[in-house]
């Protein structure tokens, strides 16, 4: 056996240690990057919310029909006027979008375990309304849309009526 002398040992732990400090700044970066990438997402689900909520917010049909409670899961939208529907689509859309927003922020590992029991509750309840469903459908992105294909397909009792 060939003794080693000390300054090669220095030299490996030197490399080591260069070594764990850049998988440290790599594993940094990466999360900088999911954090940026959760911005950007919330932000462009922020702009589409806003605006929906603007369309929401100076109508007095809107607050009418959220005083009444006709948004509850038995609501069914055929009952409404032409601008009362026009405000619950807008109302549906901004839930779906707040819920998409949810999904992506937990495909991302930015949403506890427990927060994202209650959204994808939420999304199920939401997604078997058949009224509500094609909503769910144009307004997705592609992972939104695998999902919902990944839960059940059956309407609500009372909406399949007007599912087909």
Not at 73 to 90: G, H, I, K, M, N
Not at 105 to 114: A, F, I, K, R, V
């Amino acid at each position: 056996m060939k003794k080693v002398s000390l300054d090669t040992w220095i030299q490996l732990l030197g490399m080591v240690g260069l070594l764990g400090g850049l998988v440290f700044v790599g594993l940094e970066m990466r999360q900088s990057q999911q954090i940026a990438i959760a911005g950007q997402v919330q932000a462009r689900n922020e702009a589409f919310l806003n605006l929906y909520l603007s369309m929401m917010g100076e109508d007095p049909i809107g607050r009418s029909l959220a005083a009444s409670g006709y948004f509850g899961a038995d609501l069914d939208p055929s009952s409404l006027t032409s601008a009362e529907y026009d405000v619950w689509y807008a109302i549906k859309s901004w839930q779906v979008m707040s819920l998409q927003n949810a999904y992506q922020q937990y495909e991302m590992g930015l949403l506890p375990d427990n927060v994202w029991e209650q959204v994808d509750l939420r999304i199920k309840a939401q997604y078997a309304n058949c009224h509500i469903r094609p909503i769910w459908l144009l307004s997705s992105i592609p992972t939104v849309v695998d999902y919902l294909g990944s839960i059940s397909q059956e309407c609500n009792v009372g909406f399949a009526e007007t599912a087909n």
